[in-house]
Every structure is written in C-alpha cells, then in structure tokens.
C-alpha cells in the first residue's frame, strides 16, 4: 500500500510539473523570454534552397483559437508590410509544425499563410536591416502581427529588445540574386500581392492623388491593419517634417489608408508627390479628378 501511495504522489508532481512548465533562462514557468546567454553575435543569413512543401504544417485551411486560415498556393509574388515579433526559449527545442525542433539560435521564422518550408527576407523598417529566414512554423496568432521570428533573427534586425516592430516580409527563392534591402518609400509591390482567400489583400502600399469632394489627397499607403497603419502614419509625420498639411488614416474598402492633404489643385498636389518622390523614392500616380 505503501509503495502504491508512493507513485501516485510521484505521479501528481510530474502533472503538477507538466502544467506549470519548466523554468528556464526566459523567467518564470509559462513565460516566453530571451536565452541567458549572450545571442548579439554574428548569425549569418539562411542560403534558400529547393525544398518540397512538407505534408506536415500546410493543413488547409486549418483553424485556430477560432479563427479559419487559408493557406497561400505559393509564395510567388508575396510582399507584406505589417508587425513582427519575435519567439524564445519558452519554445526552443519544441517542435514545429513541421515537425522540425525550434531553435532560437537558427534564422528560422512562423507563418500563418505561407507554404512550408518558405525562405522570406524581413527588413526592418526603422533602421534598414534586413535578414533572410526559413519559414518551418504556423504564427503569430495575434491579428496585429504577421510574423514570428526567432530570437537571433529578430536580434540581428535589433527587434529583440523592443519585442515587436514594423517590417516588409518579401519572398526569397533558390538562385535569385540578391536584392537590395528595400527603403521604406520602396515598399511598393512590383509583383502582384498573394492574396488569402477569403481574407483581403494584407497591405496595398502606393503613392496616389485621390480626387475627394472636389479635394486632391496624396495616398501614401493602405493596411489591412489600424495598428500597421498608425505607426505608419506616425513615421510620415516625422520623416516628412517639411510638409503642412494633415496626415491622416481612413477607413474605406476594408483598408485603413494613409493620405495627405487635401490639396487646393493638382498643380500643388504634383509638386508634393514630386517632393515624396524625391526624399523617399515613392514613383506616384496621379488619377485624375
């Protein structure tokens, strides 16, 4: 009887353990957080590489916390401007979707729509930097975010110490040359965004005079998102200091837009996208009235 109580109590601590989770350099058990030692080093990019879309990890559509994802067909064309944060030591060593182990010290990244496995180059868009990262996890389940990064990676872009940041997640492929890290004024997709069915298009970025009332308004960017697009707005107050006139987020079509002016003719509103054009290398397009 004894030895019958014995492994019962011996069993409840390892359930207790179980629930509670482990604590390791992150903090507290349940907590995500930073390794304790030193992850500032040089962690070089991934070489992107032919791979085949794995079975495991691209369910589709698949569901979460009540929400439906739809997978996207391929990452030809993908471009979006959104929020990134970042993954640590409450997940290393578990397993992805894919079923790999996650390290926090590999240049590794989650997805909610992309295939696995993915190669995507994030820049940052504060400071320019820029890394290139294998996509082999679903997330971030947060509406406000549209990609988790591992610690390192999100170290190198310096994202790790604020938690999150705005960012523009390209698709990268086997034998591409290499781009150029992308300005903030160059965030206009050349390539037709892949879109989510059912959900919109995740970011539309372009520079346009868009007649309103009988007003001209220089648009800047649209976002899926009202977060993406405040601090947008809030980084076009303090980049484009020379300018007068209101910067503004609206809601329309399911975008939240980011617009100048207005405009009293289209003379003035040429002469302030030419002025955009020239600081931030934005190429307008002027619809007429």
């Not at 310096?158 to 290499?178: H, N, Q, T, Y």
């Amino acid at each position: 009887m004894f030895r019958v109580n014995l492994l019962v109590a011996l069993l409840a601590i390892l359930l207790l353990a179980g629930c509670f989770g482990s604590r390791g350099p992150g903090g507290s058990a349940g907590r995500d957080g930073p390794p304790g030692r030193d992850a500032d080093g040089d962690y070089p990019d991934v070489t992107p590489r032919r791979e085949p879309i794995t079975r495991a990890g691209n369910k589709n559509p698949y569901t979460v916390l009540g929400k439906t994802y739809h997978l996207l067909p391929t990452a030809e064309g993908y471009r979006e401007v959104g929020i990134a944060s970042w993954y640590g030591t409450k997940f290393h060593g578990r397993a992805t979707s894919n079923g790999e182990a996650y390290d926090m010290f590999a240049m590794t990244a989650a997805h909610k729509t992309l295939p696995i496995p993915a190669y995507v180059r994030v820049t940052n868009l504060e400071n320019g930097r820029s890394a290139i990262v294998r996509v082999n996890d679903r997330g971030p389940f947060h509406s406000d975010r549209i990609i988790d990064l591992s610690y390192v990676a999100a170290a190198k872009l310096d994202l790790a110490r604020k938690g999150s940041g705005l960012v523009i997640v390209e698709r990268v492929f086997p034998g591409e040359a290499p781009l150029a890290a992308p300005t903030l004024a160059a965030t206009a997709p050349t390539a037709p965004v892949a879109t989510p069915l059912p959900p919109p298009a995740p970011v539309i970025v372009t520079s346009t005079v868009i007649p309103e009332s009988g007003e001209l308004y220089l648009q800047l960017a649209a976002f899926s998102s009202l977060e993406n697009a405040e601090i947008f707005r809030a980084r076009m107050a303090r980049e484009l200091d020379w300018n007068r006139e209101p910067i503004q987020v609206i809601q329309r079509d399911n975008l939240f837009r980011v617009r100048m002016g207005p405009y009293r003719s289209r003379e003035e509103a040429d002469a302030v996208a030419a002025q955009v054009r020239q600081s931030h290398d934005f190429s307008p397009v002027i619809q007429k009235p």
